[in-house]
Each structure stands twice: as C-alpha cells, then as structure tokens.
C-alpha cells in the first residue's frame, strides 16, 4: 500500500467534494430541515405536527428519517425519545444540524426576498402608529394597481429604536415615522433619501389638576420638577438630548412604558399621574378622549429655555440612491411618488423637501 509523502494535504477540489457527496446527505430537503427546527423550538412530533399543520405521522416519519440518514452520514441519530409525554432529546449531532438548518434556511429566504424587491415582486413598509394614516391614503392610489400585477405588499410596526438598523439591514425598503431633531435640521440625510410631512414642537399631556399644576407651559430645564410618565420611542429621545443619557437617574419618572398609547390608557385611567410628552395632534385626540369618559387631561405648552431646541419630524424615508437604480414603475418609486403626493396634500406647514437631488 502506497502512503502519501511527508508535506501538506493538497487543497481540495469543491466541485469534486460537490459530486462525491453522501446519497444521504443529498435525500435532505428544506422540508425536513424545517420540521426538524420545529420540532427542536417546540419539543415533539405532536406540538410540531399542530404548527405545521400536518399529521403527527408525517413529522414524525421525517425526524426518523433524519436520524436513519445521519446515522449513516456521522454515526449517530439527531434526536431520541425520553418516554411517553417528554420532549425530545437532540443529540450533538442534532444540535449541529439545527443550527446549520436555521442559517441555511434563513439565508434563502433573505436571498429570495432580496430577488423579489429588486425585481418588484415584493416591498416592505416599516411604520409607526403616527403615520399609519399617510401610508393608507397613499395605499388607495396604488392598491388596484399593486393587485393586478400581484405584488406583495408588506406591513412592519418599526419602533424608533429599531428604525434605522430595519432600514439599514434591508428588513424594510421604506420607513414612515417620526424622529427627533434640531429645529430647522433633517436627520440622516447624507445615508437616505427623506421626504418631510410635517414638524412639529412637543407638547406635555398631563393628567394632573390645575391646583396641582397651575401653569399653562413648562420650560425644559423644569422638567426634572415634574412627574414624567415615559414611552418608549421620541419622548425618550427628547429626553436624553435634553437631559443626557442617564436622566431616567436625575428625573422623577413615575412609569416607563413600551408604547405611548398604554401612556394615555394610564392617564385616563389614574393608574398613573403625571405627564408625558406628545406631539399636538396625539395630545388633542388623548383629552377629547378623556373629557368624552368624563376624565381630566390638558396640554401645556413646553418652551424651549436649554440647548438643543428639538422637534419632531414625520417623514418618509428610503436608502439613499436605491430608487434610482430601479425604473419608474417599480413598486418602491410608485409608492414614493403616492406619498409625496399625500404630504404634498396634507397642507403642513413646510413644503416638501427630499434630501436626493431629484427631490
């Protein structure tokens, strides 16, 4: 028998790796990868047959045969039975190939969604609840049009949190919301295309009675004196830049919330007093809403007496220079040019501006 002489072991040869692959490696699909993920997050053929929808049989003829062929391919099964009414058990081997399956699932299904948005088969719109309403005028102009040609027309609730790592990471093509910025100033306009709907000053909505609060404004530096309930999103924002990033240490907050409507829902039920920063519009709708239920809310006017002076944007946004690598009819530039014409119809204050050349 011949043996190899001493020196490094020749580079292999992928096509050759390719064609020499294991029949039981290449009986594999997608399909039995995908019910062996839920069956690893839900612990059983059973609790995996009712998310998938199918038989217990069928799910639990594909984990068996995965094992048989992974016991040929690495000499040892994926998964074995604990007993009647326990969940599976995953083996090294299984473990490893659920995560392999998760990642090779995951990047097919980002590729093909990749395919489907440059070829207009598919957008994705990122929204928040304040500008829901923009969107849906714009969605009548396109909605007969999106569905003779079958495009799929996609929703995502995006919090500010979460709005430009979305944008950024290709999980949504377009962004409609609000962020906080310097007066006179459009954020992020050097890595997106922008197109402005409205600005607008916060207001403070307050639940507290006017013996208690006998002020028809508040100053910024004051707002350490008062209680502050906190969503999530802008309101945060505006504190932070105001009052730094460690102000849920120096101010008087009283609750801190995911989402501003649950804001409200306290304050009208008295769960929580306080106040909380709003845009106008929201903090109108909250106390004629509450004087409907017989509740007391107001708003106070907040002055601008610290740096920076700040205000909310609504506006439109999309990856810089995407949409000119697309022709006109693509989904992402009618759907563009339906929401400028709505903000163009909106009759804000400010003419609409886009920060891309065309604008």
């Not at 998964?79 to 083996?91: E, S």
């Not at 009675?209 to 999530?232: F, M």
């Not at 949409?323 to 709505?342: I, S, V």
């Amino acid at each position: 028998m011949s043996r190899r002489p001493p020196g490094p072991v020749p580079a292999a040869d992928p096509l050759a790796e390719l064609l020499d692959c294991a029949p039981a490696l290449l009986d594999t699909t997608l399909d039995q990868l995908r019910t062996l993920v839920v069956v690893h997050e839900t612990g059983s053929a059973l609790h995996a047959s009712r998310m998938l929808d199918r038989e217990q049989s069928s799910v639990q003829k594909q984990v068996d045969t995965l094992n048989r062929n992974f016991q040929k391919l690495c000499g040892e099964t994926l998964v074995t039975k604990q007993g009647r009414g326990k969940d599976f058990l995953f083996t090294a081997t299984g473990e490893m190939v659920v995560e392999n399956a998760r990642r090779t699932l995951g990047r097919w299904l980002d590729e093909i969604h990749s395919s489907r948005r440059r070829t207009g088969r598919t957008i994705t719109v990122g929204t928040t609840e304040c500008t829901l309403r923009l969107l849906a005028r714009a969605w009548d102009r396109l909605s007969d049009e999106f569905t003779r040609r079958d495009i799929d027309f996609r929703l995502a609730h995006v919090r500010t949190g979460d709005f430009w790592s979305r944008l950024e990471a290709g999980q949504v093509d377009l962004l409609c919301g609000s962020v906080v910025t310097q007066v006179g100033d459009i954020t992020r306009h050097d890595k997106y295309d922008v197109m402005e709907w409205r600005r607008g000053s916060p207001v403070i909505l307050t639940n507290l009675p006017v013996p208690e609060l006998p002020v028809s404004s508040v100053g910024t530096s004051r707002l350490g004196e008062l209680p502050l309930i906190v969503p999530a999103g802008p309101a945060a924002d505006f504190l932070s830049l105001w009052h730094g990033p460690g102000f849920r240490g120096r101010l008087n907050i009283v609750a801190e919330i995911d989402d501003l409507q649950y804001g409200i829902a306290l304050m009208r039920s008295r769960l929580a007093r306080g106040c909380m920063i709003a845009t106008r519009a929201l903090g109108r709708q909250a106390v004629d809403g509450a004087a409907a239920e017989g509740a007391e809310m107001r708003l106070l006017e907040l002055t601008h007496d610290t740096e920076p002076k700040l205000e909310m944007v609504s506006a439109v946004f999309a990856r810089k220079g995407e949409r000119d690598r697309y022709e006109p009819d693509h989904p992402l530039n009618l759907l563009w040019e339906a929401l400028r014409t709505e903000t163009a119809d909106t009759g804000r204050p400010s003419a609409p501006r886009t920060s891309d050349a065309g604008g």
